[in-house]
């Protein structure tokens, strides 16, 4: 879309002779009477902000063409987490593209949305009580799950041992941190 600015002596630049509103814009100083005078318009303009849904971006906020392609977007980036896209909306809304035409009419923001990483390793650490005590690791497990995920940890049978799932020292459940920890 673009916005009528007024009549100038040329194409593009020149002298400005009329208004948009079509008052004068200067007084009539040629000479010659019979000059022609073209009409002048600029982009319709508004400030996109990025929001990035609990990730980071380096953009947090550009100005667009209302009408035309949204053209190039930034990539945020957020630990345990693939990029999803732009979206009108914090949750679900229209998806928005580098082709998108942006058809709306203001200023606004899109969100960024995002899909958990389903591979993230996580180790759970079993430890057995000795008899004056202190905990010994009696072994390690490597596992794979999903950022954000809530998991609960079956205890390990260990010949001799009985597990204390209520011991304040026990870990059993918690969500799997984008970094692997819990």
Not at 8 to 17: C, L, R, V, W
Not at 20 to 35: E, R
Not at 55 to 62: L, R
Not at 137 to 142: M, Q, V
Request: glycine residues 10%; aromatic residues 14%; proline residues 3%.
């Amino acid at each position: 879309a673009l916005e009528f600015i007024g009549y100038f002596t040329e194409k593009e630049g020149g002298e400005k002779y009329y208004n948009a509103d079509g008052t004068p814009a200067k007084v009539w100083n040629i000479a010659d009477s019979k000059i022609a005078l073209y009409p002048q318009f600029n982009k319709i303009m508004y400030d996109v902000t990025y929001d990035a849904n609990g990730g980071e971006c380096d953009i947090t906020s550009e100005s667009k063409a209302f009408n035309e392609e949204y053209g190039a977007l930034p990539t945020p980036e957020r630990t345990g987490y693939r990029f999803a896209g732009w979206f009108t909306k914090a949750e679900y809304g229209e998806y928005i593209t580098e082709t998108t035409v942006m058809s709306i009419d203001g200023n606004h923001t899109l969100y960024a949305h995002w899909n958990a990483n389903t591979d993230v390793k996580y180790v759970v650490e079993s430890y057995a009580e000795g008899l004056d005590g202190t905990f010994e690791l009696y072994k390690t497990s490597t596992h794979y799950g999903e950022s954000d995920k809530q998991i609960k940890v079956i205890s390990d049978n260990i010949p001799g041992f009985t597990f204390e799932e209520k011991n304040e020292n026990s870990i059993i459940s918690g969500a799997i941190k984008a970094d692997g920890t819990t």
